[in-house]
């Protein structure tokens, strides 16, 4: 993917300054045009790019069953049911297992990227904080580490932490040996 928060704010800013080419008037436009000139040709941006309406093809990569559906479930979120007309499930070759394409703007690309990027990284935290908390309910260590653990652990998680192993079952290896 590779979209950063810099991509996204120099997009932002060329498109200001194109507007202001397209809209100033006199030297302000004329210097607009200029300057707008040198930052597409530095940062190897062309017409097109810019443009909001201009739609290609782009790659969205994730890892696993869970990333894959936090991009169906964005890309479902923005564009509804009509998002499955620009999908194209995979591509062929390496790696196409995790790949997989849509069609849209540079513009709905980086947002979307930005966003896909913030809600894999939560789901990993919330997937590693659950771990912790089965770990601690179904007591899986030794007593004195974990306690440690969780004197580190600031209040508030450790509120959640006990709220959600309160939501989790109560259950031993005894519970599910079958009876005779």
Same mark, same amino acid.
């Given at each position: ?83 499955? *007309? ?52 179904? *007591? ?41």
């Amino acid at each position: 993917m590779g979209v950063t928060m810099s991509d996204l704010k120099k997009q932002v800013l060329i498109k200001k300054i194109k507007a202001l080419a397209e809209r100033g008037e006199g030297g302000e436009k004329e210097g607009a045009q200029k300057k707008l000139r040198e930052l597409m040709q530095k940062y190897g941006i062309e017409d097109l790019d810019l443009s909001d309406d201009v739609k290609n093809i782009y790659e969205f990569h994730y890892k696993n069953t869970q990333e894959r559906q936090i991009l169906l479930q964005l890309l479902y979120k923005k564009y509804g049911e009509e998002f499955v *007309k620009d999908a194209y499930k995979r591509r062929k070759g390496r790696g196409s297992r995790s790949t997989f394409l849509f069609k849209c703007t540079r513009a709905d690309f980086t947002t979307l990227s930005i966003e896909y990027e913030f809600y894999v990284s939560l789901w990993n935290e919330e997937v590693e904080f659950f771990l912790s908390s089965f770990i601690q309910k179904h *007591k899986l260590f030794s007593m004195h580490p974990s306690e440690e653990r969780i004197k580190t652990m600031s209040f508030s998680d450790q509120i959640r932490m006990e709220m959600l192993m309160n939501g989790m079952k109560d259950c031993s290896l005894v519970c599910k040996l079958p009876k005779k």
